[in-house]
């Protein structure tokens, strides 16, 4: 056995303590990958409490991503796998939660796209859980100190670079988000009440005597931290407000209490448009319109499409998040009946109740809003152009989103749209069309409009004939 030497030994100064209280904004999944009875993604819990629990290497890695995004270099704070293996110097501790004040986990299903026939695909259906907005977790960080002798703790190399990281953990544009299916709306975070404790070993008897003491009883001198929202440059934002034209549908999960077959989804009590919803109206009509432009026959997903919404070989670089649905009513009961399309008559069993989101009659323009946000990392001019194509369709009534769409809901209509990329900006607003079935009419257009017009130019361009590489 070697001996101990104190000249190549590592030197620790003292330690650092960060601490926080971490809420979802929207829901999110945190398993294992592995499978329980009767569900296919189940969540990860505390063992002893069966509550809520965010392993620390799910934030370890969603961190170390972050800095890399941000052009900074997480080895030195977070370790290193290539090469020469260097530890993490950074500890951060597993996360345990309360429950949402909105309830528990709840459950979702899903379903596989087969990628030949646009349909579900065979034997893909599957049911997931996710912990419901409001759930707070308390995270721990803790950091050894290596530098002697700093004017300010935050001034050491290490310690910056953990208050970067930190940085990323907000709701806002280009956040961290955490868990699995996050470019579908899940797993975003906002962090509040950041605070830190440091013991200054080189400052005496007492500070590791105080050190002892926060190990054994977990009391320590917090004081407060400002930690400065900050994101990657290379996002595109898009924001949009729509009418909500006749209504909506888009169901919950699981049959409700009292009898209704088909509910509209809520997070906190409120109507909600889901990120898949979303996601997948603008997934598959950018699929239609990259087809027209080559020529290409129907299939797997155009490679442009795969490119920016992800496939089972690459992540995707789209998030949307869930929009609240604002000056509505959900309390109308609406009953409705399957047909047997072979005799045109009635299913046994075959009638259902459901309750849509609608227009607050007492509202100016009795229509429903909604405003909904999607973000594109390092989006190319083709690629925005196609976004914005359609966009322009959907929100012209084109294409319906959300259920039961054949009963006359899930139209809407675009009422405002804000487009950021780096320092440029560009918005526009409609006016509300007379009739419903006419499209919105554009009322002004911001400053600053040319790079739009060059995205969409550049989608025209795209080579009929030719696939376009992702």
């Given at each position: 056995m070697g001996k101990w030497n104190a000249s190549s030994s590592r030197g620790i100064y003292g330690r650092l303590f960060v601490r926080g209280t971490l809420e979802l904004v929207s829901d999110a999944h945190f398993g294992n990958g592995d499978e329980a009875e009767g569900l296919d993604m189940p969540l990860l819990v505390d063992e002893s409490s069966q509550g809520p629990l965010l392993p620390g290497t799910g934030l370890a890695g969603a961190l170390r991503n972050f800095l890399r995004e941000m052009g900074e270099d997480p080895d030195s704070l977070m370790g290193s796998s290539s090469g020469k293996i260097e530890q993490s110097a950074l500890i951060v501790e597993d996360a345990f939660g309360e429950v949402s004040p909105a309830g528990p986990s709840r459950e979702w299903r899903g379903h596989a796209r087969d990628p030949q026939s646009g349909t579900v695909a065979d034997g893909a259906l599957y049911n997931f859980q996710t912990w419901q907005p409001g759930t707070k977790f308390k995270l721990l960080f803790e950091l050894p100190i290596l530098e002697p002798k700093l004017v300010s703790i935050w001034a050491g190399k290490l310690p910056a670079l953990l208050r970067s990281a930190l940085s990323g953990l907000h709701a806002g544009e280009g956040g961290i988000t955490l868990g699995a299916k996050k470019c579908r709306g899940y797993g975003q975070v906002q962090v509040v009440d950041w605070e830190f404790a440091y013991f200054d070993f080189q400052s005496g008897?007492?500070?590791?005597?105080?050190?002892?003491?926060?190990?054994?009883?977990?009391?320590?001198?917090?004081?407060?931290?400002?930690?400065?929202?900050?994101?990657?440059?290379?996002?595109?934002?898009?924001?949009?407000?729509?009418?909500?034209?006749?209504?909506?549908?888009?169901?919950?999960?699981?049959?409700?209490?009292?009898?209704?077959?088909?509910?509209?989804?809520?997070?906190?009590?409120?109507?909600?448009?889901?990120?898949?919803?979303?996601?997948?109206?603008?997934?598959?009509?950018?699929?239609?319109?990259?087809?027209?432009?080559?020529?290409?026959?129907?299939?797997?997903?155009?490679?442009?499409?795969?490119?920016?919404?992800?496939?089972?070989?690459?992540?995707?670089?789209?998030?949307?998040?869930?929009?609240?649905?604002?000056?509505?009513?959900?309390?109308?009961?609406?009953?409705?009946?399957?047909?047997?399309?072979?005799?045109?008559?009635?299913?046994?069993?075959?009638?259902?109740?459901?309750?849509?989101?609608?227009?607050?009659?007492?509202?100016?323009?009795?229509?429903?809003?909604?405003?909904?946000?999607?973000?594109?990392?390092?989006?190319?001019?083709a690629e925005l152009g196609l976004i914005l194509s359609t966009y322009f369709d959907l929100a012209v009534g084109v294409v319906p989103v959300g259920g039961l769409v054949n009963r006359g809901y899930g139209t809407l209509h675009i009422k405002g749209l804000t487009v950021k990329q780096g320092n440029q900006k560009a918005n526009y607003t409609f006016k509300k069309p007379e009739y419903p079935l006419d499209p919105p009419t554009l009322d002004s257009n911001g400053a600053d409009q040319g790079w739009i017009s060059d995205a969409l130019a550049e989608f025209e361009t795209i080579p009929k004939g030719e696939k376009q590489k992702s």
């Amino acid at each position: 056995m070697g001996k101990w030497n104190a000249s190549s030994s590592r030197g620790i100064y003292g330690r650092l303590f960060v601490r926080g209280t971490l809420e979802l904004v929207s829901d999110a999944h945190f398993g294992n990958g592995d499978e329980a009875e009767g569900l296919d993604m189940p969540l990860l819990v505390d063992e002893s409490s069966q509550g809520p629990l965010l392993p620390g290497t799910g934030l370890a890695g969603a961190l170390r991503n972050f800095l890399r995004e941000m052009g900074e270099d997480p080895d030195s704070l977070m370790g290193s796998s290539s090469g020469k293996i260097e530890q993490s110097a950074l500890i951060v501790e597993d996360a345990f939660g309360e429950v949402s004040p909105a309830g528990p986990s709840r459950e979702w299903r899903g379903h596989a796209r087969d990628p030949q026939s646009g349909t579900v695909a065979d034997g893909a259906l599957y049911n997931f859980q996710t912990w419901q907005p409001g759930t707070k977790f308390k995270l721990l960080f803790e950091l050894p100190i290596l530098e002697p002798k700093l004017v300010s703790i935050w001034a050491g190399k290490l310690p910056a670079l953990l208050r970067s990281a930190l940085s990323g953990l907000h709701a806002g544009e280009g956040g961290i988000t955490l868990g699995a299916k996050k470019c579908r709306g899940y797993g975003q975070v906002q962090v509040v009440d950041w605070e830190f404790a440091y013991f200054d070993f080189q400052s005496g008897l007492q500070a590791i005597r105080d050190y002892y003491d926060f190990c054994v009883s977990g009391k320590a001198p917090w004081n407060s931290l400002d930690v400065k929202v900050s994101s990657p440059k290379e996002i595109t934002r898009i924001e949009g407000e729509f009418w909500l034209v006749g209504g909506a549908m888009f169901g919950a999960s699981a049959t409700p209490a009292g009898g209704v077959a088909r509910t509209h989804e809520k997070v906190l009590g409120k109507p909600v448009m889901p990120a898949k919803e979303w996601t997948s109206a603008v997934r598959n009509h950018a699929d239609r319109l990259v087809r027209v432009k080559t020529g290409e026959p129907s299939g797997s997903l155009t490679s442009i499409v795969i490119g920016l919404f992800g496939s089972t070989k690459c992540a995707s670089r789209i998030r949307t998040t869930t929009g609240f649905i604002e000056k509505s009513k959900t309390d109308l009961e609406v009953s409705g009946i399957l047909i047997d399309r072979l005799t045109n008559s009635v299913l046994g069993g075959g009638k259902f109740d459901y309750n849509p989101t609608l227009g607050d009659p007492t509202s100016k323009d009795h229509d429903a809003t909604v405003r909904l946000v999607m973000e594109i990392r390092d989006a190319t001019p083709a690629e925005l152009g196609l976004i914005l194509s359609t966009y322009f369709d959907l929100a012209v009534g084109v294409v319906p989103v959300g259920g039961l769409v054949n009963r006359g809901y899930g139209t809407l209509h675009i009422k405002g749209l804000t487009v950021k990329q780096g320092n440029q900006k560009a918005n526009y607003t409609f006016k509300k069309p007379e009739y419903p079935l006419d499209p919105p009419t554009l009322d002004s257009n911001g400053a600053d409009q040319g790079w739009i017009s060059d995205a969409l130019a550049e989608f025209e361009t795209i080579p009929k004939g030719e696939k376009q590489k992702s």
